[in-house]
């Protein structure tokens, strides 16, 4: 792909995608242009639709097929300037599964079971607020009004910012480990 590659990476970083999205978003395209064996600029909706269907055929999970897609109607999309040839791709349905359900008691056994503190201070923040694990490995100090009862994000996904409620059990958990019982 060579400099449609760091075209591409590039157009990435001009519209502000985090970095893992860009490794994901090249990697995916990367492996279309290895699989067609010819430059994206000599192939359009044909092609894509060929490839798609393929990968669709030989089992690759809907989040791997919704991948592909993402990445190849950027490449056409922005970096090629070509949004004709993908307009038509549809968004490939990812089956949603529901989570196991824990007990309250399996909760605390695993809690209970994270060291060191620090480690376990992020997890059950994580767990109790519903932030992302960045989220909250980016916490500072700063960020927790305990008087609102409120969780300052300041760097979610996406750059932006909200507030998450901090649940009262959480705040008792942290003024222990600030006093160190």
Known sequence: M?????????DLKLRGYCERTQKSYLYYAS?????????PMEMGKEEIRKFLLDRRGKGESGSSLKMYTAAVRFLYGTT?????EVAHIPWPKVVQQLPAV??????????GAIQPLGSRMVVMTAYGTGLR???ALALETRDIDAHKGLIHVRRGKGG???????PRR???FYRKRRRGV
């Open 102 to 111: 824990v007990s309250p008691d399996e909760v605390e056994r695993l809690l």
């Open 133 to 135: 694990i960045s989220e």
């Open 31 to 39: 492996r279309f242009v290895r699989h067609c064996g010819r430059s």
């Open 80 to 84: 090629l300037g070509r949004p004709a």
């Open 2 to 10: 060579g400099k449609l590659y760091e075209k591409m990476k590039a």
């Open 170 to 172: 959480l705040l008792e």
């Open 160 to 166: 932006r910012e909200r507030f998450v409620v901090l």
